[in-house]
């Protein structure tokens, strides 16, 4: 009896020690998870800016397009214009 006394206030320490390290361990699992919570939100909003960014850069290429091919459409009938007119 006495030998189990004698471990039990031997092992009560380190039994103690246990679980507070395992409150820890909890208490950074939660700190984690919130702020893993928040990184997430912070990133969809950073892909959503993204996408209406690429977007707003999409319609601006096409409209640079169009432009260009009606500029080299219009410089070559100019052109074509001209060097009959010259002859």
Do not use: H, W
């Not at 189990?4 to 092992?11: A, Y």
């Amino acid at each position: 009896m006495d030998k189990r006394c004698l471990e039990c206030l031997i092992n009560s320490p380190k039994k103690d020690s246990l679980i507070s390290n395992y409150s820890l361990q909890i208490n950074n699992y939660k700190q984690i998870t919130l702020k893993q919570g928040t990184l997430v939100k912070d990133l969809e909003t950073l892909r959503d800016e993204n996408q209406n960014t690429i977007q707003k850069l999409g319609l601006k290429n096409t409209r640079l397009k169009r432009t260009t091919k009606v500029a080299t459409l219009a410089g070559v009938l100019v052109g074509f214009l001209t060097a009959t007119v010259v002859k």
